[in-house]
């Protein structure tokens, strides 16, 4: 079992087999037979390259593949249905597809759905050799990967096995040996926690609130940050359960002082007492070897431990972990105060006052008729259109009571993933200095009627999502859906597909065990086809001198 730490992608990464600077400047990296593993990751989605200086054969790339398999709840088990395993289809290097583990060496075919994952095959130079040769990008989703970056609970890590496979030279490498029936020996990767707060942005003492800069919240409470930050919001409300994380640097000061508890101090509103808050939650810590699920909560005296901002944990510098789920929508205030060990000892801190609007309500959101020629279509209706430009109009609300409303949409699903958006609209065309906008109610929409695009059963989604986040992502929204048949004229129905497809990856023909069987060399890197006694990376030069010309080249990354 093999460790690498990932680093945060500050600069974004884009998937096109192209693994250049800044992109993918200090990645973690590891050794993997015939070339390198290289890491990054942000709050969304790990960031995955395979450089294989050991594959210069510059063929096709249809047949070359990677297997990248996830034990998704990291138990060193095989769960059916539950770990995945990413590849492609034949022919098809550019677009990745996952499936589920049902079995040590069994899968499930392929899943059909639309996703935001992303692969990309590419053959030139990298950092890691000169010598144009093979290589991959892969950008997965964390959430699919069971991480939760905003829950200190979430292990932030990925335990993963890999089949790297080429035609030219040939060779299929597991790394480890038989990962795909067996999960004991996965290695692991450890992601990154947070990216580095550009200095002057992180609060006296609450440096954020999640990923948003304590200075980044108004009086008022609402969040706002430079469109450029890696996390942008504009004039947004708190929810959810969030993280109260401590400034680094006031952190080590108060160590070094001797703080070694601390109460938070909360209200609700601008005025009144603020009384101690109580919380519990759990935290993974660092151990030198592994992470450690440590408890933490208020003593009998309303004291936190504060834990040592030289060590590291799941959620550095983690002060307060407060679901506001039930609390009453407003403002809600917060203060710190630190102590020596005895609880009592006040060590001294900045005076702040952390302020945040608070809304947990969900919009309301409902398509109240679906009208055909003014008359009401009733749900699970199968309506039949007069001509090719007949079409539908309808009466639909998506309301936030509160006013802190994102965005809605009116939208029709229908066929093979495929969609069309009726109508939409966002608070970026209602903004205003009290940072409200509700939405719609009973609104007839569209102007004109929407015409159907073909013959089909469809489903009709208003879709509502609220200006609210926990500091890590917008909270989700809400919908309400209707589902009609439309039958236009000479049109029948399309048949659906099947979520799980009995399409399987390259290097697997059927569910039960891969094609060919995958080797483990004795060197990992440049080194695994080097001759004893001889520079790895002269014997690449000198196969690659018995290459024939490159018949693919590597296209230039847009900037």
Known sequence: MALVISTWATNPITIDGALTAPEWTGAGQMAIPAGFLKVKNDANFLYVALDLVGDLGADAGTGDYYWFTVDVDANAAITPNKDLNYAMLPGAPNLSRRQYYLGPGTWTGVLNEVTANQTHIGFGPTSSSPIPHRSWELRIKLSELGVDMSDPASLKVVRFGLRVSSTTPPFTFDFPANFFTNFSNLHTIALALSPTVPPGLAGAVIGTVGFIPTTNISGDGFATTDPTYYFPVTETAFGGSMNFIGNQVTMLALWAAGARKYKILHRVGTSGAFSNLRSSWANYHWNGSTYILEPFGADPSDNYMLTNPSEEYSIK????????????????????????????????????????????????????????????????????????????????????????????????????????????????????????????????????????????????????WPRVTNGYQHLGGVEFNRHVTIIKPGGLALASTAFISREFPLGMSGKKGPDVAGTSPAKLGESTFAKSGTPARATTKKAAAKKPAATKGRASKKK
């Open 317 to 464: 510098n983690l002060l307060l972990n407060w679901n506001s789920v039930g609390e009453a929508p407003g403002i809600h205030q917060f203060q710190a105060r630190f102590f020596r060990a005895d609880g009592t000892t006040l060590v001294a801190s900045t005076a702040q006052t952390v302020t945040l609007m608070v809304d947990n309500n969900q919009a309301d959101v409902q398509i109240i008729n679906i009208l055909h020629n003014n008359n009401p279509v009733p749900p699970c209706a199968i309506e039949t259109m007069t001509d090719n430009t007949d079409g539908l109009r309808f009466r639909i609300t998506a309301n936030d009571a509160e006013g802190h409303l994102q965005a809605y949409s009116l939208t029709a699903h229908y066929g093979d993933n495929l969609s069309a958006t009726i109508v939409s609209d966002s608070y970026a065309a209602h903004a205003n200095p009290a940072h409200l906008w509700n939405g719609v109610v009973n609104a007839l929409v569209p102007p004109a009627e929407w015409v159907p695009p073909i013959s089909c059963a469809y489903q009709f989604k208003v879709s509502a």
